[in-house]
């Protein structure tokens, strides 16, 4: 069999990181808001691009990576955070800023003490509806792209949008 | 928006800006030929084994129900002998409901139900490794469209949809047949509308769909198939990306596109400057365009005329007057009426949370800009509760309904029935998806 026929096209290494040197550092932003640390920000990131080359050839259309590579890195995000959680991670209690990891993407930002806490209150959050705010605040996404985004239903997205805010509107007045 | 959103934005925002430089991208070498041979292989076979997958899967589950056979041709006329369900509703319908209980996503099956003995007559799994995802109807309640998408642990929009006929035949020993239909498989689609005859599909896609491409073109592409030969009839285009204002999501592909006039006209939403940057998002303005489809022309926005039109904003989501924010806007068959669903809040008696108020407001597209209120609904709920209200326009009449209210537990009674004479009348049709987990796809 002709070899070239068989070979992975060039122009998909070359799109994809192309496709990197432009969005790699806005999906880093993304990843690191949700899961907290960068070290794990950048592996998702990674993935998420690595998982783009290899379904290339594969994607019925190739016009809009970006859509494909948010929904990947969100995905990855959520694997993280799952296996976070079957390790025993906690997140902390609202408040107790001291227990904010020291290399966490929280503790290098300059955030007000309020900014802090609702840092801490958004890792709190069920992954759902900390990754339906991130994406509506954070990225300005409609409804209907964060649907999208996170393979569910809008009304889900309303739903956890509004249990999130609701949630750290309360521990902003000092509730649980 | 609230101090609470201002807190959030600025917040992740903050921590966003920590990151300013990610490491270089480390691809694997390429793939040695013979795994190239041996995936291409693979894929020639998943691709023959794909219609005899369906049949198997489909066949296996309910085979004394079922009849699968591959779409050959013929007329798809629609029965005559349709009868009626509760208050004028069509008595029969498919429904998506989730294979599995769990929080996580999981395929959609088929169900197909009688609204009048709240019986069901046949459910259909989905392929293997596939969902059903859309669901619409013609209107002899005899005649569906349905698609399905690939399901690799969630849906994702930008995966081809293949499409069957769903033929119901109940009292017969055969009561619901699936049938494959010849239509091209297409990817970013965003909603669908079976005619009244059954005999055209109107495919919207591109448009808003393609979420991650803000500030680039995304054409908006109105396409119409004839059911029977797979044939494209008509194609309208639109360099606007915000020619459709979609929701593409399973259970509301029937609001988005409507059929009216007797098969002549297409009604479809469109919220042009929706998908700009985030001031533009704090306003935005909702126009339903009427497409004549017996007319010449191919421009999706240039050849429609603006029947209505609302702008609202975010702050104003929950003011009892208008459509709420990003609502579905719902048009009759007479293209004469439209319907959107409106929420307010306000406090209630101590310890008894807050009071929602949901209305479903009528426009006469004559007269656009008046409300009047069809049905109101007022309950105490959760502060953290949350409404969503769903809603089918059946002919020129009849409105059926489906609204949650549910709070932090993910607990409350979903509803359906029908709107009419000012009143809610309940379905004897369950509630498939779990609230807040998958809207309740259903076509009538």
């Known amino acids: 069999m002709d070899r070239a026929d068989t070979r992975l096209p060039p122009s998909a290494a070359d799109s994809v990181t192309a496709l990197y040197a432009e969005h790699a550092v806005g999906l880093v932003r993304l990843a690191v808001v949700l899961v907290g640390d960068r070290a794990s920000a950048e592996d998702i990131v990674q993935d998420a691009f690595l998982g783009l080359y290899r379904r290339w050839d594969d994607l019925p259309d190739t016009s809009f990576p970006l859509a494909y590579l948010r929904a990947s890195v969100l995905n990855g995000c959520r694997t993280a955070l799952r296996r976070r959680a079957r390790l025993g991670f906690r997140p902390p209690a609202a408040g107790t800023v001291t227990d904010t990891p020291v290399e966490s993407a929280e503790s290098r930002a300059l955030l007000s003490e309020e900014q802090r806490t609702v840092a801490i209150a958004l890792r709190r959050l069920p992954e759902r509806q900390r990754a339906a705010l991130v994406l509506r605040y954070y990225l300005d996404l409609s409804e209907d792209e964060i649907a999208r985004t996170m393979g569910v239903s809008r009304g889900t997205v309303k739903s956890a949008t509004h249990r999130g805010l609701a949630a750290i509107g309360r521990t902003l007045k000092g509730g649980s | ?444």
């Open chain 2, 1 to 444: 928006m609230t101090p609470a959103e201002d807190l959030v934005r600025s917040t992740t925002r903050a921590i966003a800006d920590t990151v300013t430089e990610a490491p270089p991208l480390r691809l694997p070498a390429p793939a040695h030929p013979a795994d190239g041979a041996r995936s291409r292989g693979a894929r020639r076979l998943r691709n023959w084994l794909a219609p005899l997958t369906v049949a198997i899967a489909v066949a296996a589950i309910a085979a004394s129900l079922l009849v699968v056979r591959d779409f050959t041709g013929g007329h798809t006329a629609p029965s005559t002998t349709a009868t009626t369900g509760p208050d004028g509703t069509p008595r029969y319908y498919v429904e998506l409901k989730p294979t599995g209980t769990g929080a996580s996503p999981t395929p959609n099956a088929l169900v197909i139900g009688d609204a009048l003995t709240g019986s069901t007559l046949a459910t259909i799994q989905p392929p293997a490794g596939q969902s059903f995802f859309g669901v619409v109807a013609a209107a002899d309640d005899r005649t569906f469209v349905v698609d399905t998408l690939p399901f690799g642990g969630q849906l994702n929009l930008i995966e081809p949809r293949t499409w069957y006929l769903l033929r119901l035949a109940p009292g017969t020993g055969a009561p619901a047949q699936l049938s494959r239909l010849p239509l091209p498989s297409l990817s970013y689609v965003t909603a669908l509308a079976l005619s009244t005859s059954g005999d055209e599909l109107a495919i919207a896609s591109g448009g808003a769909e393609a979420l991650g491409t803000v500030g680039k073109l995304a054409p908006g592409v109105l396409r119409l198939y004839s059911v029977t030969t797979g044939k494209l009839l008509r194609t309208w285009t639109s360099t606007d990306q915000s020619a459709f204002d979609v929701d593409g999501i399973a259970g509301e592909n029937t609001q988005d596109l409507t059929w009216i006039d007797d098969d002549h006209g297409i009604a479809f939403l469109s919220a042009p400057g929706h998908f700009g940057t985030a001031p533009a998002r704090q306003k935005l303005t909702e126009t339903l365009h009427v497409l004549n489809v017996t007319a010449p022309g191919d421009s999706l926005l240039g050849d429609s005329r603006v029947v209505w039109s609302q702008t609202t904003t975010q702050a104003a989501d929950f003011g009892p007057t208008i459509c709420s924010w990003e609502a579905d806007v719902l048009v009759s068959a007479d293209g004469k009426t439209i319907v959107c669903p409106s929420v307010s809040v306000s406090a209630a008696a101590a310890g008894k949370g807050e009071r929602w108020t949901l209305r479903w407001l009528a426009y006469s597209t004559s007269a656009p800009t008046a409300a009047s209120t069809l049905f109101t609904v007022t309950i105490n709920q959760a502060s953290s509760a949350a409404p969503l209200m769903y809603s089918q326009w059946i002919g020129v009449k009849t409105i059926i309904a489906d609204w949650y209210l549910y709070n932090d537990g993910m607990s409350g009674e979903p509803h359906i029935g029908v709107i009419s004479n000012g009143h809610f009348t309940p379905l004897p049709v369950p509630v498939l998806s779990l609230p807040g987990l998958n809207e309740p796809g259903i076509a009538w």
